[in-house]
């Protein structure tokens, strides 16, 4: 269904007949495959739907109108930046897709160490500018190719460096939301005018709003720019990188150092983080290369640091015997950057990273420490720039037995997880055979530590449609782990009560008759209640978890 | 390999959008952080690699269509390869930039081509020529007064070949001939094809005319092997990547060298020395088909094999092309050994260096687009406060030429050759 001529150039007559296009071939590169990407509600074959136009808008004046011009005549619309995710498309056939990669502004506050970011300046960006300055900030475990400001906004972000600086929630400020219905919303100092440096005042603080339970994937209209905070970063303005395509590394010299710890067993392991969450030394922590698995990191490792490094490599790394010890030397591991203000802080931190291996029976892989190593694992971390070797292996992966909780609660499911992996990598060939533990996450994902965030990685062919359904099959049996220990839904499937898995938003009454069920129901009658101010035609797709507070009384 | 072959790459990319961005451990600042020229100008996703991919599903199931903007968003690459290298990064199965000349070649065969395409297409057909409007009675002018083998009539070991634009361009014959004085003040015996002297077709292959290209490499390999030829040197960036890649994939084996190798080699061994003092900061340029798509090609027949149930590997292994071997350094170290020249950097270098812009025809198909991508480099090279950019490739030194940056303003642009002249 074309969009009629009428709104068609109402909405060029806002940003230009150059930013906006309804050509056929143009809308279908604004489709989405989960199979393709993480949609966070598994692999699933369907295109998300086809939009009736593109538009590109450059400001949030031009976002408004385009609002009011969906809001006249019932036009659903979402916008995204780096289209990474199914979370940014659209859900509905009377759609329009926003992109926003016109809007890419970095502004660095110094006196208020904050950033001032648009949709479309990906972490990266923000990073470079903001060491420029000896600041630095979250970058979430998805990477430095994804925005930053939809991470923090409309999601949870949260990565390497969240022990010291906080996810995404905790690092907003000031933000611009144009609301679905047309009203700019200034949070924050913002709001009050006295600028971009606070989150929750002297102006109205309404992160929790417009951010929903734990983002809400722009489902609650476009934040147009937001003041992220910005953290001290001991190193360079620049970031000196040196080595081959594809295994940059960097010397950042004797204040920085990256350690792959191990431990004996999963309970040294999880009390070491604890003793890391007390003695807050740890700059960034991530349990990183074992998203390669278990049997199979210490060899990837060595293909992805060696420039001519090759997938076939695997065959004949896993014979050589040094590797091989290598690689169980890993087993129960993790990394972490120390990152030291004077020479005297770092040999603090040094003693006491020395000092928790000690007390927990630890030791530092000796592989992680041959100087190519040590430099590729600290740029890695540093810049999250490799992390879309998530898909090397295979093209595609999704996140099972994901876990955002305490490191006590996650080792309790850890071996059993494994298992139910390992046991379906050696009877069926949906999901690559990686070693069937491969959690992967960050120490902390809130800042000062107390809550690890982690996801097995099940690697699977998204171009081959038996892969593609077998591994949907694995992770559907996963959640009888996850209900077993009260986990709630597998992190893979977290969006799929927002999203069919044909690619098409749910009605109010599915949302209904889901969350009616809910074990806090008024959470998502709230919610319901806040669509209802904002967003009053429901035009923003239905990642927005709603209950209508009706079903409650009715219930 | 037809477009359809390419299917399981395109449901294998993952959106990571390192088609778009330098490596993203690179980026030091917002400004110079992203390489893909097309989407940097047209913007639409449709036009980075990535799109190009999912466009090419929706081709090969019958929803998208060949209308004009779609043949349009085809040709407005410039084949830079940068979105291949990007891929490279962290990917061991895609090949980006193949799939973007083949769907270019799609394009061609299903008779969709820019009304800019035509008439350069016209003249390679008549007059073996890329450039609108130059004869071929005329393509050797240049070198009348050289003293340089006619291979033609005569055997000859090394052969000159400086391709259509040092050819035909008045101010670039310049360079041409000095280059040749250059070799031959060395001691080296260069000839040319005369006669048999045609356009390279390289750039043919890269706006996706595959069938001229063929006829064209065809031609000059016969004209090369029965002139005897062991040694190619060529001026030209284009020329040089479509001897070293496209012609190698035909069986041609000939070594092919471009002039600022052979110039490295000559001043590493004391044959050509340079002691004029040329007071000057200079950026210099990486052309792509001179860096990243200057490395040789190595043949390869094999299948994709699935190892540990569905990692994907090549059996035998494939060749990975991820431009690190590319000629960087021989211009480098010319630079260097100029006296008085200080070299700056500017933040796209190397393999993941910007386009001039010139590159797949766009220069004659798109040349608002064309002119733009040239101006964001020159953008860049202003920024580093150099007095001039340097280059070795006439297609970038052209598009250069005329190109203004963000403010405005020009910068001198040298070709490498013009340089080490002033310091002899």
Known sequence: MALSREIYQALEAIVGKRNISENIGVLETYRNIPAQGSGHYGPSEHWTPLPQAVILPKTAEEIKNIFGICNKYGIEFKASTTFWSAMGYIGGDNAIQMDLRRMKSVEIDVKNMCAVVEPFAIGATVQAEAMKVGLNLNIPGVGCSASTLANFSSWIAFGPNSISMGQGSENILGMEWVLPNGEVMRTGSLGSGDGWFCGEGPGPSQRGLVRGIFGNAGSTGVCTKMAVRLHPWPGPAKLPTYGDAPSYKTDLGDNFKCYTLCYPSWEAWARSIQYFYECDVVYSGHRQFNMFGRD??????????????????????????????????????????????????????????????????????????????????????????????????????????????????????AEEAAARKKYWEQNYTHIAATGGESAMGSLSGIGGGGATGWEFFVNFDAYDKESIRGTSKFIDGNQEIHNKYAFGPDFCRWNSDVRHMNGYNYTQEEHDSMFVKAPQPWVYAYQYKIREAVNPNNLCGTYLRTLNPDKIETK | MALIDYRPMMERCSTCAGCKFIPFEKITSLRFAENCPSIGYYDFMTYSARGRFQLSQSLLDGRAVLD????????????????????????????????????????????????????????????????????????????????????????????????????????LQKVAQSAVKLLQGAGVDLGTLGAADNCCTGRAHQMGFFKEFEKGATTNLKAFQAAGVKTI???????????????????MDIEVLHVVEYVDRLIQEGKIKLTKSVPMTVTYHDPCHLGRLGEAYVPWEGREKKIYNQIHTWEPKRPRYNGIYGIYDAPRNILKAIPGVNLVEMERIREYSWCCGAGGGCSESNPEFSAWTAGERVTEANATGADAMVTACPWCKDNFVNAVDEDGKKIEVLDIIELVQQAM
């Not at chain 2, 800019?116 to 450039?131: C, D, F, R, Y």
């Not at chain 2, 040197?233 to 069986?251: E, M, N, V, W």
């Open chain 2, 68 to 171: 004009d903007t779609i043949t349009e968003a085809i040709h407005s690459c410039t084949s830079c390869g940068y979105c291949d290298t990007g891929c490279k990064i962290t990917r061991y199965n895609l090949e980006v930039l193949e799939h973007n000349i083949e769907q270019k070649a799609y394009a061609v065969e299903n008779g969709k081509m820019l009304e800019g395409q035509k008439p350069v297409m016209e003249n390679l057909a008549k007059e073996n020529s890329m450039i609108p409007g130059t004869k071929k009675a005329n393509r050797m002018d240049w070198a009348k007064d050289l003293n340089m083998k006619d291979l033609f009539k005569e055997k000859g070991e090394v052969a000159f070949f400086a391709g259509c634009k040092y050819s035909y361009d008045p101010k």
């Open chain 1, 296 to 413: 199979l990191k210490a060899f990837m490792l060595k293909i992805i640091t060696n420039p001519d490094g090759q997938l076939a490599d695997l065959e004949t790394l896993v014979q050589d015997p040094e590797l091989q010890k290598q690689n169980a030397s890993m087993k129960f591991d993790y990394q972490i950057i120390i990152a030291g203000y004077t020479k005297r802080d770092m040999e603090y931190k040094e003693k006491a990273v020395d000092y928790i291996l000690e007390q927990t029976g630890g030791w530092k892989n000796e592989m992680m420490l041959e100087k190519d190593m040590h430099d590729y694992a600290l740029l890695y971390l540093t810049r999250m720039g490799h992390k879309n070797l998530n898909f090397v292996m295979c093209g595609a992966y999704e996140g099972t037995f994901g876990l955002s909780g305490n490191v006590w609660k996650a080792i309790q499911v």
């Open chain 2, 233 to 251: 040197i060529t001026p030209c960036s284009d020329c040089y990547h479509a001897f070293k890649r496209q012609y190698a994939k035909l069986g």
